[in-house]
T-cell receptor, first 117, second 119 residues
Framework: NAGVTQTPKFQVLKTGQSMTLQCAQD?????MYWYRQDPGMGLRLIYY???????DKGEVPNGYNVSRLNKREFSLRLESAAPSQTSVYFC????????????????FGPGTRLTVL | AQTVTQSQPEMSVQEAETVTLSCTYD???????LFWYKQPPSRQMILVIR??????QNATENRFSVNFQKAAKSFSLKISDSQLGDTAMYFC????????????????FGQGTILTVHP
């Protein structure tokens, strides 16, 4: 049981290049999330997917797109990378975002460190 | 919108001693959940403890406990008998819930507190 996996672990891009960050979970979770973590700041939500087939914007969605490929996989795409997108990116999953009483624990992947030159 | 504030950028403690990390939050919601996450140098985010706002009793998990003051919108984490492995960045986080107690699943994080445990 691998939990939440992310690829790649590290990536260096030049300004204007595109790339896709991959995330997969094997816990049969319905909800998945993408966060970014910048120095001196907590994690901020970029996009989330409450269930397969749905996606919604979070706090900082500009410059990103997402795809919920199936129940297991949730990818994050940078179409034209900018230096301001240099950050550590975390994917997370939880059983559900809605419809389940109680706070839902989010399980996090190991992160992707992205540098845009 | 909710905000979460951790006013202590860095804390240090001697091994076996007790340390308290502070967190305050601002929300107009009445039903919500609060969390403390730990991020060691490996960068892995690990849930430490969770508190439901409708529960008056403070949550405890082994050496970790919280002091939840709903009226003051304060949620501090106490670590007892500190261990070297507790060295990490600690994040306080907020999650909305609707009137029925279901959660929307989106976490709002504070800026984090770096805790160093010295031998």
């Amino acid at each position: 049981n691998a939990g939440v996996t992310q690829t790649p672990k590290f990536q260096v891009l030049k300004t204007g290049q595109s790339m896709t960050l991959q995330c997969a979970q094997d816990m049969n979770h319905n909800s998945m999330y993408w966060y970014r973590q910048d120095p001196g700041m907590g994690l901020r939500l970029i996009y989330y997917s409450a269930s397969e087939g749905t996606t919604d914007k979070g706090e900082v969605p500009n410059g990103y797109n997402v795809s919920r490929l199936n129940k297991r996989e949730f990818s994050l795409r940078l179409e034209s990378a900018a230096p301001s997108q240099t950050s550590v990116y975390f994917c997370a999953s939880s059983k559900s975002a809605v419809g389940l009483a109680g706070g839902n624990e989010q399980f996090f992947g190991p992160g992707t460190r992205l540098t845009v030159l | 919108a909710q905000t979460v504030t951790q006013s202590q950028p860095e804390m240090s403690v001697q091994e076996a001693e007790t340390v308290t990390l502070s967190c305050t939050y601002d929300t107009s919601e009445n039903n919500y959940y609060l969390f403390w996450y730990k991020q060691p140098p490996s960068r892995q985010m690990i849930l430490v403890i969770r508190q439901e706002a409708y529960k008056q009793q403070n949550a405890t998990e082994n050496r970790f406990s919280v002091n939840f003051q709903k009226a003051a919108k304060s949620f501090s984490l106490k670590i007892s008998d500190s261990q070297l492995g507790d060295t990490a960045m600690y994040f306080c986080a907020f999650m909305r819930a609707n009137a029925g107690g279901t959660s929307y699943g989106k976490l709002t994080f504070g800026q984090g507190t770096i805790l160093t445990v010295h031998p």
